[in-house]
């Protein structure tokens, strides 16, 4: 089943009078269960294109589906709601709550789906301890080290049990065998659960780790190792 479909995307940014266009038509279609690399120079549209299939930003042409449903035919609160039940993030810096114990971080996404108490605490536990820090639980982000931080990060874009996970180089403020852990991990979750990974890196090291390779340049996709047919 296709997760996510982007089709004849544009994404132009306007600042004075200078325009950049940041994709230029692309085409993308992920199924579920793919555990794909989106990678391609810094400034190629990698990020563009993430912010569009998270549904963070809307296309300047083009359309953007998320199981089935088109994204600029959605209001602001619909586009937020599908975003906060179906989709997961992973960020480059973390991103976690500095005043939030780890266990708070990863049960945030849960309260705000209004999932009741027992089931949020059964699966928080889960997901802490399938990252392998049932121990850090407690600890605030600035008592982890950055590799911790980064699997509570996949432990809470797990948490909702999304349809579709997506980072933004999520390796590229770690060193080599934290990255390890933290692919190792994501790669763990997508043969598990079958939840549909998307990351965008140009860390040859991680790039290994895809099933398929998406190639971004000066935005547009110049090649695709697995195209869904
Ligand atoms: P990547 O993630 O591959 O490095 P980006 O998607 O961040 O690439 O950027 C693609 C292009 O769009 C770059 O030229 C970048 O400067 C430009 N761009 C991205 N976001 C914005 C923005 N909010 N305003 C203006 N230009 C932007
Ligand atoms: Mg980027």
């Known amino acids: 089943m296709e997760v ?9 940014f306007k600042i004075g009078e200078l325009e950049t266009h940041a994709l230029r038509g692309v085409n993308l279609s992920v199924n579920t269960g793919e555990f ?59 991103a976690l709550i500095p005043t939030l114990t780890a266990y708070e971080n990863v049960e945030l996404p849960l309260l705000l789906n209004g999932i009741k108490p027992a089931e949020r605490h059964s699966r928080v536990s889960a997901m802490i301890e399938a990252v392998g820090l049932s121990d850090r639980s407690h600890h ?11 699997r509570i990060a996949v432990a809470r874009a797990l948490s ?24 190792d991990i994501m790669q763990k979750l997508n043969r598990e659960t079958g939840v549909t990974f998307i990351f965008a890196t140009h860390d040859p090291r991680v790039i290994k780790y895809a099933q398929r390779v998406v190639t971004l340049r000066d935005g547009m996709i110049v090649d695709d190792n697995g195209k869904s047919k």
């Open 36 to 94: 794909t690399a989106l990678v391609g120079p810094s400034g190629s549209g990698k990020t563009t294109l993430l912010q569009l299939i998270g549904l963070l930003d809307l296309p300047t042409s083009g359309q953007v589906f998320i199981n089935g449903r088109e994204a600029t035919g959605l209001s602001r609160d619909q586009r937020a709601d599908l975003r906060k039940q179906t989709i997961g993030f992973i960020f480059q810096f973390f």
């Open 140 to 150: 605030r982000p600035d008592q982890l080290s950055g590799g911790e931080q980064q």
């Open 160 to 183: 909702i049990k999304p349809s579709l996970v997506l980072a933004d180089e999520p390796t590229a403020n770690l060193d080599t065998e934290n990255g390890k852990q933290v692919m």
């Open 4 to 12: 996510t479909k982007v089709t004849n995307a544009t994404r132009n």
